[in-house]
């Protein structure tokens, strides 16, 4: 009869804390509750974007906080989206905690909208609102929404990746370059081995990164190392609105009887991401060369006097000797420099 007892004192315990919790799961998120949305202000609705004014302060904003009905800790994302597009395509900038009004640079600016695929040069609209959050289980409530109208311009901006390639060194880091500043970044890297860690920089230093989250997933200061699925000559795509990363192989190099592994295998350039050139420092004997991307004869070139010819005729060297080699698929050159 003990036992028995005992069971029903547990059994009352039990549903004493139940009800306890759901009391306070309600006191919480009872349906009830007010929940008040932030309020958003924007000091002007339209701005002409130039590269004059690009380190000035174009556009401040300042808010009011959401109450959810109770103290806790919000997250608040300021959203950009085109209008009348219901934000699906959406550039966010995370508030800092606390803040009630932020300022945005021309640069950074122009950079948010281009990332939303507008034109440049012309004037666009766009709707700005902010979302705010306490819980990924609980639903985020959004500001009425803001009108902006604003002009773009065509710029060039970078990502640097410092990494154990080069010594974990920013300032001597390989660029990516997003050629309209509109959040996709590109460029090539060369990795002398798997698994080689990197991370991306905004500038080149440690003030802001992007590290790893999930294979082929980034995030803002935030994340583990990056690192490089196999060694070799690889492309880099980021895209900092979606917050991916890819990879694809994309290697250039010189084969034939005058290079060091003659016709059987190629001899790897190195890219020059600021200045979009293949090159190489390389030590040629008597004999011809050809160019040959990701070691296959399905994509090559021949040529003579300096111009690149697809599929075209061995390239002749005559004399043996140390060679920088700059390859120029944009103005369709070569260069064959004895040192």
């Given at each position: 009869?003990?036992?028995?007892?005992?069971?029903?004192?547990?059994?009352?315990?039990?549903?004493?804390?139940?009800?306890?919790?759901?009391?306070?799961?309600?006191?919480?998120?009872?349906?009830?509750?007010?929940?008040?949305?932030?309020?958003?202000?924007?000091?002007?609705?339209?701005?002409?974007?130039?590269?004059?004014?690009?380190?000035?302060?174009?556009?401040?904003?300042?808010?009011?906080?959401?109450?959810?009905?109770?103290?806790?800790?919000?997250?608040?994302?300021?959203?950009?989206?085109?209008?009348?597009?219901?934000?699906?395509?959406?550039?966010?900038?995370?508030?800092?905690?606390?803040?009630?009004?932020?300022?945005?640079?021309?640069?950074?600016?122009?950079?948010?909208?281009?990332?939303?695929?507008?034109?440049?040069?012309?004037?666009?609209?766009?709707?700005?609102?902010?979302?705010?959050?306490?819980?990924?289980?609980?639903?985020?409530?959004?500001?009425?929404l803001s009108g902006l109208k604003a002009s773009p311009y065509a710029s060039t901006s970078y990502l640097y990746v410092p990494g154990a390639y080069q010594g974990w060194d920013p300032v001597t880091a390989e660029s990516l370059v997003s050629p309209t500043s509109n959040g996709i970044y590109t460029g090539i890297i060369a990795y002398p081995e798997a698994n080689s860690e990197f991370k991306l920089t905004t500038e080149r230093n440690w003030a802001n990164s992007y590290?790893?989250?999930?294979?082929?997933?980034?995030?803002?200061?935030?994340?583990?190392?990056?690192?490089?699925?196999?060694?070799?000559?690889?492309?880099?795509?980021?895209?900092?609105?979606?917050?991916?990363?890819?990879?694809?192989?994309?290697?250039?190099?010189?084969i034939g009887s005058a290079t060091p592994k003659g016709w059987d295998a190629d001899t790897d350039m190195k890219y020059d991401n600021a200045n979009q050139l293949w090159k190489l420092t390389v030590t040629l004997v008597a004999g011809e060369i050809k160019f040959r991307k990701n070691h296959d004869w399905g994509t090559n070139f021949g040529g003579a006097n300096g111009t690149l010819v697809a599929g075209g005729d061995n390239i002749a060297v005559a004399k043996a000797g140390i060679y920088d080699i700059v390859f120029d698929l944009n103005a369709n050159t070569y260069t064959l420099t004895k040192k």
């Open positions: 009869m003990k036992i028995i007892h005992y069971i029903g004192i547990a059994l009352l315990l039990l549903a004493a804390f139940q009800s306890c919790k759901k009391d306070e799961t309600q006191a919480r998120l009872h349906p009830a509750d007010a929940v008040k949305a932030a309020t958003l202000s924007l000091d002007k609705s339209s701005l002409i974007l130039s590269k004059a004014t690009a380190n000035d302060t174009v556009l401040r904003l300042s808010l009011v906080q959401p109450d959810f009905g109770y103290q806790a800790a919000v997250t608040n994302v300021i959203q950009f989206g085109r209008k009348g597009d219901n934000f699906k395509t959406v550039k966010e900038v995370v508030l800092p905690n606390g803040r009630s009004a932020m300022g945005f640079t021309g640069y950074e600016l122009n950079s948010y909208l281009l990332s939303l695929g507008v034109p440049t040069g012309e004037a666009s609209d766009f709707d700005v609102r902010l979302k705010s959050s306490i819980s990924s289980k609980i639903a985020a409530v959004f500001s009425a590290g790893q989250t999930a294979p082929g997933k980034i995030a803002y200061n935030s994340g583990d190392n990056i690192k490089a699925p196999r060694a070799g000559n690889l492309e880099i795509e980021v895209n900092t609105t979606a917050n991916t990363i890819t990879f694809k192989d994309h290697s250039w190099g010189v």
